[in-house]
């Protein structure tokens, strides 16, 4: 079971808008630690996605951006494409557990 | 540019030791902090270890405590993971991953680049 929760799926059609879910608790992401989120296309590493809540590394499309609020974060993604399958992990650092942890996962598929 | 490539997994018997490696490569290895994250099959992603830039600090996820050990050589850009007394739900995908730069104020708690992961396979 994952420290930070998350839907296991969600789907949306090309173009379509998607919002993915991140739900912690008071001693992760309720305790201001930021939340960061990583794509895993199939069969390859995780890779950077969104950084520091809602800050995209060099290279990462504009249609990705992030947001916080109190123990929840989200990642929401505009104009769908099919090379936006995969899945998507939330991750943040727990002051209770003093590690970092992340979400189960959430497999995006384009319809 | 940023290549992290692990090596040393394979199939061992529950029990065995295994030990991972983590080549670095196109930055100054010696700054950055280093972590080890797994991944079960089918599953998904659990932190492992870090240990700071100088090798000075290293913490444990809990269900490793005791029997992982984290390393690092900064003279050969490597970094190291020791799996001691394997158990079967240690089959996994095992990811070494850079930490960024902290400033004078703070670190940040997430990971800026990845490797392409080894596979351990406990199984008798």
């Known amino acids: 079971q994952s420290v930070l929760t998350q839907p296991p799926s969600v789907s949306g059609a090309p173009g379509q808008r998607v919002t993915l879910s991140c739900t912690g608790s008071s001693s992760n992401i309720g305790a201001a630690y930021d939340v960061h989120w990583y794509q895993q296309l199939p069969g390859t590493a995780p890779k950077l996605l969104i950084y520091?809540?809602?800050n995209r590394p060099s290279g990462v499309p504009d249609r990705f951006s992030g947001s916080k609020s109190g123990t929840s974060a989200s990642l929401a993604i505009t104009g769908l494409q099919a090379e936006d399958e995969a899945d998507y992990y939330c991750q943040s650092y727990d002051s209770s557990l003093s590690g970092w942890v992340f979400g189960g996962g959430t497999k995006l598929t384009v319809l | 540019q940023v290549q992290l490539v692990e090596s040393g997994g394979g199939v061992v018997q529950p029990g065995r030791s295994l030990r991972l490696s983590c080549a670095a490569s196109g930055f100054t290895f010696s700054s950055y902090g280093m972590h080890w994250v797994r991944q079960a099959p089918g599953k998904g992603l659990e932190w492992v270890a870090v240990m700071s830039y100088d090798g000075s600090n290293k913490y444990y996820a809990d269900s490793v405590k005791g029997r992982f050990t984290i390393s690092r050589d900064n003279s050969k850009n490597a970094l190291f993971l020791e799996v001691n007394g394997l158990r079967a739900e240690d089959t996994a995908v095992y990811y070494c991953?850079?930490?960024?730069?902290?400033?004078?104020?703070?670190?940040?708690?997430?990971?800026?680049?990845w490797g392409q992961g080894t596979l351990v396979t406990v199984s008798s």
């Open positions: 991953a850079r930490s960024p730069l902290c400033s004078s104020a703070s670190c940040p708690y997430y990971f800026d680049f």
């Open positions: 520091g809540n809602n």
